[in-house]
């Protein structure tokens, strides 16, 4: 009878060399391609009780109206500039705000008056994303200068309000 050699085991070592390239690259591609999360804060700026701007006390505060079905610009404060109604499927129509807001300010700075500020007053029904894109819209603007696409400002100064009862609404 023949005998057998019993063969040696050897351990076999591993080679990661090949996956730990793979993971040098990859993670910081990965860490690259995620999408972060901004938290955008505006800051607001509330009134002190008892004091006023000399274009607050005469009345002369910008402010836009936002209604179930239309928007108003009003300036000086109560007399309607603009109505602005909703578009064909419903929606605010933010784009005709901008222009009519642009213009308005294109008129203030013919007559000498510099103003930043401007007042939101909504009904309570109105849903946060329209105040929130009103907010957006009164802000700033997308202008071209020299071929570059820049944010012109409009009127970043916010105040909030309730938007005046309309004649013969009752609560």
Same mark, same amino acid.
């Given at each position: 009878?023949?005998?057998?050699?019993?063969?040696?085991?050897?351990?076999?070592?591993?080679?990661?060399?090949?996956?730990?390239? %793979?993971?040098?690259?990859?993670?910081?591609?990965?860490?690259?391609?995620?999408?972060?999360?901004?938290?955008?804060?505006?800051?607001?700026?509330? @009134?002190?009780?008892?004091?006023?701007?000399?274009?607050?006390?005469? /009345?002369?505060?910008?402010?836009?109206?936002?209604?179930?079905?239309?928007?108003?610009?009003?300036?000086?404060?109560?007399?309607?500039?603009?109505?602005? @109604?909703?578009?064909?499927? /419903?929606?605010?129509?933010?784009?005709?705000?901008? %222009?009519?807001?642009?213009?308005?300010? =294109? =008129?203030?700075?013919?007559?000498?008056?510099?103003?930043?500020?401007?007042?939101?007053?909504?009904?309570?029904?109105?849903?946060?994303?329209?105040?929130?894109?009103?907010?957006?819209?009164? =802000?700033?603007?997308?202008?071209?200068?020299?071929?570059?696409?820049?944010?012109?400002?409009?009127?970043?100064?916010?105040?909030? /309000?309730?938007?005046?009862?309309?004649?013969?609404?009752?609560?």
């Amino acid at each position: 009878m023949k005998r057998r050699k019993r063969s040696q085991h050897t351990d076999a070592e591993l080679d990661i060399t090949a996956f730990m390239n %793979l993971m040098i690259v990859l993670v910081p591609v990965l860490l690259l391609s995620f999408v972060f999360s901004q938290i955008t804060a505006i800051d607001i700026n509330l @009134p002190e009780a008892g004091s006023g701007d000399s274009d607050d006390a005469n /009345g002369n505060q910008l402010e836009l109206v936002i209604r179930g079905d239309h928007m108003r610009v009003d300036y000086p404060r109560g007399i309607m500039l603009k109505r602005i @109604p909703q578009t064909g499927d /419903g929606e605010q129509d933010f784009a005709l705000l901008s %222009l009519v807001l642009q213009e308005v300010k =294109r =008129r203030l700075r013919e007559k000498g008056i510099e103003t930043r500020a401007i007042s939101i007053l909504s009904e309570q029904e109105i849903d946060y994303q329209t105040i929130v894109t009103a907010m957006d819209t009164v =802000r700033s603007f997308e202008a071209v200068v020299a071929a570059s696409v820049v944010d012109a400002a409009l009127f970043p100064e916010i105040s909030f /309000g309730d938007a005046p009862l309309l004649a013969g609404a009752s609560k």
